[in-house]
């Protein structure tokens, strides 16, 4: 029994490792590109109301600090993106 | 002998390779630790850095890195017989081409995900930096001029793939409207976009339709491909190409499946011949082989692919094996299936690569009790779809790269139509001027001394780590001189052609093959220059890292 459920749970791994498989090869940079277009939208619209971080005063003050409470996890991940060492092989990713 | 032995040696191959030396390497060597953050993990930002499953990641990384090469070398090679290539391709992959896969990923993925550019400015020097980024422009423009070559020739030769080409597009453009503006189902979607392309196919097929006088202009087919990929480069990528590149994967899967099956249906006997000649089309064996047959064995663009996307999404550093060196592994059976498809057709001369290719899948569908015509179709529309699914992509990279490089000091290249024409213009000029043996073997050295370069990177951390770097090494040096040889006798004849206006057999060369002699040899001459540079800086970095004691830190080491 346990020989049986061990040889099913190993079919179902392989069918599931097949299944990703196929997923990976045809939609994979599809939804990739998906969700870096929104990651960059967001990212975007926290330069526009964080930039001073960066030294990019865009919005009054009173505005960036309204908006401060919702941004703030995403804050060290975004000064991290902005401030990383790019080049233009970066657009293959 | 029986052609299914070479698919099954190639797997034989894998599995050894998989399971003994890239298994041995990824415990002793790199010590793969799957306790260690990756950087998809430590990071994790949703926008480049996001673990993946490694399932996941294999497809993603053999696609991107399987496109025309893998099945274009093995055929252009055919001039040597099928022996040189079947030997390189299954001993190149072995010792050298998944050990730069696997090591650019690992390198990359243990220095927080930079990119080749920047570990080479902490690493060798900062100007190693500068001339990568040249030599990567360079050698995208190659890649352009090549694959464009390829497009215009097949669609030129071939009647029925023109308006196949053309509702491969249109299908497309209403995909990618159909997934991000629709929100229709992918399934459904999907289903949409191949019959409408299988529909016009057979619609082609039964009514004959053709472009008349037109049909064989082989400079229309050029335009018609820049222009394809001028709209793959200026509109925005989801709908445009990322569409046209989702349903041209199941239709070379479709291909390549069928291929596949009536190799092990019917097994025929090899009908090439093994071995020809040591000097083919005025071209020896040694080293261009190593430089034509170039994806399917060895390649840089897989470092570049496996620095920048796959090193940002691995989940565990044990998935690096699996997913790198394993997606190379698969690259060599695919370029064996290519190899075997064009080995199984009768020994003919002046055959282009499309129609051999055609041919051959002819006879395979015949096996598979389809009718011939349908083969002789779909090999060169495989082919086209190929080439100009990555030129599209080529062009775009371009666009961004002349941007990059010279956007500051001349601002109209940042509009994106105007550097995409830029681009345009230089692979018009090349494709048109140029011949295309030397444009390929060309394309395949930069190609090879991307891969060699990398592996210079990966022995030069290697050596900064304290550990055996000499799997890395040895083909580096090897692919590094098999390369720097062929560029040298591709440049020679070149510029001897361009200088005495004829070619090798005292044949006069007409005015725009002159220039075009120049171009290249120019260009062949430029990567040479850079090569030489970069290997000079890398030595000094190797020695210099050799004499740091053990334990002592090294410039920009960050792990």
Aim: hydrophobic share 55%; charged share 10%; with cysteine.
């Amino acid at each position: 029994m346990a020989d049986k459920e061990k040889k099913e749970k190993k079919g179902f791994r392989l069918g599931k490792s097949l299944k990703e498989f196929v997923y990976g090869m045809a939609a994979h940079d599809t939804a990739r590109f998906a969700l870096k277009t929104r990651g960059s939208m967001e990212h975007l619209f926290i330069l526009i109301t964080m930039g001073d971080m960066l030294g990019i005063p865009i919005l009054p003050p009173y505005y960036s600090l309204r908006l401060l409470p919702y941004v703030v996890p995403q804050i060290s991940t975004w000064k991290r993106r902005m401030l990383r060492e790019k080049d233009f092989t970066d657009t293959l990713a | 002998m029986n052609s299914a032995l070479i698919p099954v040696l190639g797997a034989i191959v894998y599995l050894v390779g998989m399971r003994f030396y890239a298994s041995y390497i990824d415990r002793k060597v790199i010590q793969a630790d799957p306790k260690r953050a990756t950087p998809a993990r430590m990071y994790a930002d949703g926008v480049d850095f996001m673990p993946t499953s490694r399932s996941i990641l294999f497809g993603y990384q053999f696609k991107s890195i399987a496109g025309a090469a893998p099945v274009l070398g093995p055929i252009i090679a055919l001039k040597w017989g099928w022996l040189p290539g079947l030997l390189w391709i299954l001993l190149g992959t072995f010792f050298i081409g998944w050990v730069q896969d696997y090591t650019s990923s690992v390198v990359s993925m243990r220095n927080d995900g930079k990119t080749f550019g920047g570990i080479s400015y902490s690493l060798i020097s900062p100007r190693a930096r500068t001339i990568l980024l040249v030599f990567i422009y360079v050698y995208l423009l190659l890649i352009a001029a090549a694959f464009a070559n390829i497009v215009a020739t097949t669609l030129a030769n071939a009647p029925r793939v023109p308006l196949a080409i053309i509702m491969l597009a249109i299908a497309g453009v209403i995909v990618g409207f159909l997934i991000y503006r629709g929100r229709v189902q992918l399934a459904l979607v999907t289903v949409i976009g191949l019959v409408l392309f299988y529909g016009a196919l057979f619609a082609n097929g039964t009514f004959n339709m053709t472009f008349g006088s037109v049909h064989t202009n082989w400079v229309i087919w050029l335009l018609f491909a820049l222009v394809f990929s001028f709209f793959g480069s200026v509109l925005p990528i989801w709908s445009f190409v990322q569409p046209i590149n989702y349903l041209s994967f199941y239709i070379i899967l479709i291909g390549m499946g069928a291929a596949v099956l009536g190799i092990f249906v019917k097994h025929p006997a090899l009908q090439q011949p093994a071995f020809t000649t040591f000097t083919a089309d005025g071209l020896p064996l040694y080293p261009i082989l190593f430089v034509t047959i170039a994806c399917g064995a060895i390649s840089g663009w897989h470092g570049i692919v496996s620095s920048t996307g796959t090193s940002r999404q691995l989940e565990s550093e044990l998935d690096a094996r699996p997913v790198s060196a394993g997606a190379m592994f698969m690259e060599m059976i695919l370029a064996l299936v290519a190899l075997t498809v064009v080995a199984i057709t009768a020994p003919s001369k002046g055959v282009s690569p499309d129609k051999l290719f055609g041919q051959g899948l002819g006879s395979i569908f015949t096996y598979l009790h389809l009718p011939q015509s349908w083969g002789l179709a779909y090999g060169p529309l495989m082919i086209t779809i190929l080439a100009i699914t990555i030129l599209h992509l080529v062009v775009r990279f371009m666009r961004i790269a002349t941007n990059e490089l010279l956007g500051r000091a001349v601002p109209l290249l940042r509009i994106p139509s105007i550097g995409t024409v830029v681009a345009l213009i230089l692979t018009f000029v090349l494709v048109t001027t140029g011949t295309f043996k030397y444009i390929w073997v060309l394309f395949g050295s930069a190609n090879q001394l991307m891969a060699s370069l990398a592996l210079m990177i990966a022995s030069i951390w290697l050596i900064s780590e304290k550990r055996k770097a000499g799997f890395a090494l040895i083909p580096m040096i090897f692919m590094y001189l098999t390369t720097m040889a062929a560029l040298v006798i591709t440049c020679k004849q070149l510029l001897q052609q361009a200088a005495s206006r004829a070619d090798l057999a005292g044949k006069p060369l007409a005015a725009g093959t002159v220039i075009g002699n120049w171009v290249a040899g120019l260009i062949g001459a430029v990567l040479f220059v850079a090569a030489v540079i970069l290997a000079y800086d890398g030595v000094k970095a190797l020695v210099r890292f050799s004499r740091l004691k053990q334990g002592a830190p090294a410039v920009g080491k960050s792990n």
